[in-house]
C-alpha cells in the first residue's frame, strides 16, 4: 500500500509538471506572434518593458499553486510517457488562439479607442495588458483538465483562489497609485464588456481545440 501511495503521487507529481510546461509554453508561444505583429504596424511598443515584466510577473505568480492542484482520476490510472512530440503539438495548437483575441484587442484599442496616435499609447498598452494576464491567468484551468473546467474538474482552493485574485489584482492596477509608474492608463468603461466578451469567446474556442486534439488523441 505504501509503495502503490508512493506511485499514484508520483504520477500526480508528473501531471502537475506537464501542465505547468503546457500553460508557460503556449502562453509564451502566442505572446511572441502577439508581439512580433504587433511591433510590425504600430507606431509605438505594444507594451512598455516594465509592463511585460510585471505582466509575466503575476502570470507566474498565479501558477504558483500548482502543485497543490487535484489530479483527474484518469491521469493517475496509468503510467503516462514523457512525450515531446505531444507537447508540441498542444503548443503550436493552443498557443496562437491567445493571439486571436490579442490581435481582436488591437483592433478594438486601435479603432475604437482611436489609439493610433502614439500620445495615446499608454491607453493601448493598458489594454491590452489586461487582456493578456486576465486571458493567461484564466487559461490555467482549461488547461490543468481534459475534462470541462469549473464543471467536471475543479482545481485546489488554492489555485482557484490565486488565480482570482491576480485577475483582481491586474483589473485594480489602471486604477490603482502603481498605475503611473507602470505606465499605465485608466480605461474606459466599454472596454469592460468587450473584454467580457472576449475571456467567453477565448475560453470557448480553447476547449474547443482542446477535446478535438484528445478526439485526435494528439494529446
Not at 138 to 156: D, G, M, V, Y
Not at 197 to 217: D, E, G, P
Request: charged fraction near 15%; aromatic fraction near 14%; hydrophobic fraction near 50%.
Amino acid at each position: 500500500m505504501v509503495l502503490e501511495g508512493g506511485v499514484i503521487e508520483g504520477r500526480k507529481v508528473f501531471a502537475n509538471i506537464l501542465k505547468y510546461i503546457r500553460m508557460g509554453a503556449s502562453s509564451n508561444f502566442g505572446n511572441m506572434f502577439s508581439v512580433l505583429g504587433a511591433s510590425a504596424f504600430l507606431p509605438f511598443i505594444p507594451m512598455a518593458p516594465i509592463q511585460i515584466l510585471t505582466n509575466n510577473m503575476l502570470y507566474d505568480f498565479s501558477q504558483v499553486p500548482i502543485p497543490t492542484d487535484a489530479v483527474d482520476e484518469e491521469l493517475v490510472a496509468r503510467p503516462r510517457p514523457w512525450d515531446v512530440g505531444e507537447i508540441k503539438r498542444f503548443i503550436l495548437c493552443i498557443g496562437p488562439i491567445s493571439s486571436i483575441f490579442d490581435y481582436t484587442t488591437f483592433f478594438v484599442m486601435l479603432y475604437l479607442f482611436k489609439c493610433w496616435d502614439p500620445s495615446r499609447a499608454p491607453l493601448f498598452q493598458t489594454g491590452w495588458f489586461v487582456e493578456s494576464i486576465m486571458t493567461q491567468t484564466l487559461i490555467i484551468h482549461i488547461i490543468r483538465t481534459n475534462k470541462l473546467p469549473f464543471f467536471q474538474s475543479r482545481a485546489s482552493w488554492s489555485l482557484t483562489l490565486t488565480t482570482m485574485a491576480i485577475m483582481a489584482f491586474g483589473a485594480w492596477l489602471p486604477y490603482s497609485p502603481l498605475a503611473s509608474s507602470l505606465g499605465l492608463a485608466h480605461l474606459p468603461g466599454l472596454y469592460w464588456p468587450i473584454l467580457l466578451v472576449t475571456l467567453l469567446a477565448y475560453s470557448c474556442l480553447t476547449q474547443t481545440i482542446k477535446v478535438w486534439l484528445l478526439r485526435k488523441k494528439w494529446i
